[in-house]
């Protein structure tokens, strides 16, 4: 299958590359300033929800009427505070007019926990009120853009069946999708960017388009949307603000300026890309020097 592919580099509140109707959306945002991935990218939380005001109005334009937004995501904690990430995007798209259609588990694996054990606390203290537990979960949001007109079923949709062995064997039927996360090890395409493992898209967009249909990935990252629409036929569109990426993206989803495939790839690098991982190393780089001098003093 014949497939295209756009990668826009520049802020996706402003979508205005997409010409043609789009069949499903799947993402993972920034996880507003998490302290290991994004410290300092928002001013405020009303800044992040703002982003994502803006970028649901955009979703109701370019996504065809009855299809689906899937956001990949989970509450952040920042300085013992935990901000309700997932609630907030689900109020904010029904707000827009989507209807809340389902929330999956994504269960990580218990052994590696990428941020902070703070269950151990509890260990130190065996006494009540010491309970913080270890989170080994993300959620799966899934919206939809009003009613669905569900096709009259033909031999055309053959290629899009759902392979049932596979939905069963992987227990695809369940609100709780069991799958192992994209483990940092040094070296790694994705080393420091939170992406998400190609399980999670490789479901949603075999669960929710036929082949030759457009999937859109707002927040890019590493590009892992991409590579998967790529691999199952689908169209995508993927919108990544940071320019520092390109290499990464370019290497995952397999680009070369002589391809072999008839698959074709157009870039787009827009005046509001930033060059965000170097400013934001930058930052943090300089917040450390701050607190070791602070410390010294
Ligand atoms: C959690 S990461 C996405 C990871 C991706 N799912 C993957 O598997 O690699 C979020 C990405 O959103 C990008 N981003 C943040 N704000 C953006 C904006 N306004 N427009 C487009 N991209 C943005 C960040 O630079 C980051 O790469």
Redesign the pocket.
Known sequence: MRTWHKIIF????NMKEIDRPVHLM??????YNAPF??PG?FNNYDEYLG?MRD?AKELRRVLAPGRIACF?TQDVRIKGKLYPVAADIVRIMMEEGFIYRDRIIWRKPEGYIRISRRSGVQIQHPYPMYFYPDNIFEEILILQNGKYRYPKINPSFKSSQINLREFNEKKWYLSVWDITN?LPFKGRL?EG?????EEI?KRLIKLFTFVGETVL?????????MKVAKELGRNSYG????LE?KPIILE?IGYSPFPLSDDTIEIIEREDSKR??TSLQKRVAKQRSVTKAKSRT
């Not at 520049?10 to 509140?13: L, M, N």
């Not at 799947?26 to 996880?31: D, G, N």
Request: charged letters at 20%; proline letters at 12%; hydrophobic letters at 35%.
């Open positions: 520049g802020d996706c509140r799947v993402t993972s945002p920034p996880y991935d994004y990218l982003l970028l990949v994209v994705e960017i939170a992406a998400f493992p898209p990935d707002p927040f890019l990252g590493s590009g892992t949307t919108y990544e603000i940071d990426l995952k965000l991982r």
